[in-house]
């Protein structure tokens, strides 16, 4: 399933958008999934601005769930995405958010595998919570989610200074660390 390519189609001034990837436990445990969903990102024209693997604890999983608190599937949530290494990966290009959230397909991977066969989670994902990947739903969540993900990360210093670089093509690729780079001439 491919998108429009930003980088070839690109004509417009219009800035880059953020959203915030993550590629599930069971996902990063298997490579076939892992390379797949890797190669859909970069097929699809996202840059990958940052990309970080960690086994997230206990309180950033509450924290980043904190709105399912009350759900019957919270803890069963909480405990799968605690019980090994994610990816998370800030993802950027014109339209990211609707564009990674039309990749991935809707969040029940049944009704998926019927509606959109070709999703990431219709071929990557096992149930309900263990649904491959994760996308941000809005810009606000985009600058949340991250703040928990990539604490680091700093938004004003990616408007002014990295995504004028990014948006002119002036990145490269590093294919070991799955990450795109200002090129430093």
Not at 10 to 31: D, R
């Amino acid at each position: 399933m491919l998108v429009p390519n930003v980088f070839t189609e690109m004509t417009s001034v219009k800035p880059l958008q953020l959203t915030l990837a993550i590629m599930k436990p069971h996902v990063v445990s298997c490579p076939f999934s892992l390379l797949d969903i890797r190669r859909t990102i970069l097929d699809n024209g996202f840059y990958v601005v940052r990309s970080k693997r960690q086994t997230i604890k206990l309180e950033q999983a509450k924290q980043f769930y904190s709105e399912h608190k009350a759900k019957f599937f919270y803890n069963r949530l909480i405990t799968f995405m605690t019980s090994g290494p994610s990816e998370a990966y800030i993802l950027a290009r014109e339209d990211a958010i609707s564009v990674w959230r039309h990749l991935m397909g809707p969040t029940k991977v049944f009704q998926c595998q019927l509606s959109n066969p070709d999703s990431i989670r219709a071929k990557h994902g096992l149930t309900d919570t263990r649904n491959a990947t994760h996308g941000s739903d809005s810009d606000e969540s985009v600058r949340q989610e991250v703040s928990i993900m990539v604490p680091q990360f700093c938004f004003e210093h990616w408007k002014q200074t990295e995504e004028p670089m990014f948006r002119d093509g002036k990145v490269q690729f590093n294919d070991q660390q799955f990450i795109h780079f200002v090129h430093k001439s």
